[in-house]
């Protein structure tokens, strides 16, 4: 009794953490969207660029993303209940997914205002920006892609999917100032074009961003099993019991960011029920302790086969 106790002491110390740092990142996300919406949409205003402005409304979109990580992570991190006794892991996975359709249909926009304008052919009415959304264009993709690379570092460290997809939204960002440098750029030495044409190019990267973040949220929804590499591990640590002697079936799947296991044992058949009970906790202490994100261990135990 004291032992569960424990573990669960430990597990929601774990949750806990996670909460912190996923409020931590999307409260620095927010902050940095904000203000740099406000920065582009002034700099877009002023220096008459409407790719400016788009990129300025594109960014404040992203509070609007971060909002929905926030609520998914805080859904995902509650405790177990009567209607829902194996946690709700998977609430994060959802919030994934609808950020993956928010990317999906940002750079659906981008890829269709950029092939009217490529194909209209009327060149000449577009408006020539001026240089201070250069400065305002090239503020935006190091801001981006910083925060890109700030929020996927806590993504990996606490495994968190929501998280993941939420950078990769920043790095759109980045990707959509980046058209917008090149067009303006290009528009300013007499290629109004060029921003079009970059634009285009942009969509491309954006919905594969979009394609893999909802398929990785999608293999954790429906019960996929986890990769074979930590399957071999899982192995491996069974059978460092020296009362196991074999493995009839390991299996895996993943519920949200978490793990869960299945597994069959082999022991020797003349043990008593409480010998056979005592290994089987063994082997699922094993597995707890190294693997951080197991959730639930199943072993059962079979006599082996003589």
């Known amino acids: 009794m004291e032992k569960n106790r424990k573990m669960t002491k430990e597990k929601t110390v774990k949750e806990a953490d996670f909460q912190k740092v996923a409020n931590k990142v999307s409260g620095v996300s927010i902050i940095g969207n904000v ?173 594969k961003a979009a394609l893999d973040i909802f398929k990785d949220a999608m293999d954790k929804m429906v019960d996929h099993s986890c990769d074979e590499e930590t399957e071999k591990q899982l192995y491996d640590c069974v059978m460092k019991n020296e009362d196991v002697m074999g493995i009839d079936l390991l299996q895996t799947r993943m519920f949200g960011n978490k793990i869960y296991v299945d597994v069959e044992i082999q022991a020797d058949g003349s043990y008593t029920l409480q010998e056979a009970h005592d290994i089987a906790e063994a082997v699922h202490d094993e597995i707890e302790q190294n693997f951080p994100k197991v959730k639930h261990i199943m072993v059962h135990v079979n006599p082996a086969k003589s």
């Open 35 to 207: 203000l740099l919406s406000v920065v582009k949409l002034l700099a877009g205003i002023i220096a008459h660029s409407n790719a400016m402005i788009s990129d300025a409304i594109h960014s404040a979109s992203d509070v609007f993303s971060t909002v929905v990580v926030i609520i998914g992570i805080k859904l995902a991190a509650r405790e177990s209940d009567r209607e829902h006794p194996y946690g709700h892991e998977r609430l994060e996975c959802v919030a994934a997914i609808v950020l993956a359709m928010i990317l999906f249909l940002t750079g659906l926009g981008i890829g269709a205002e950029a092939f009217k304008n490529i194909t209209s052919g009327n060149y000449n009415n577009l408006q020539v920006p001026g240089v201070l959304a250069l400065f305002a264009a090239i503020l935006s993709i190091a801001s981006k892609e910083g925060m890109y690379w700030y929020t996927r570092y806590y993504a990996k460290k606490i495994d968190s999917s929501a998280l993941l997809a939420d950078a990769w939204h920043h790095r759109s960002d980045a990707f959509s100032s980046i058209g917008a440098l090149i067009g303006i750029a290009g528009a300013r030495l007499g290629f109004p074009v060029m921003d079009s044409v970059a634009s285009l190019v942009i969509f491309v990267f954006i919905v």
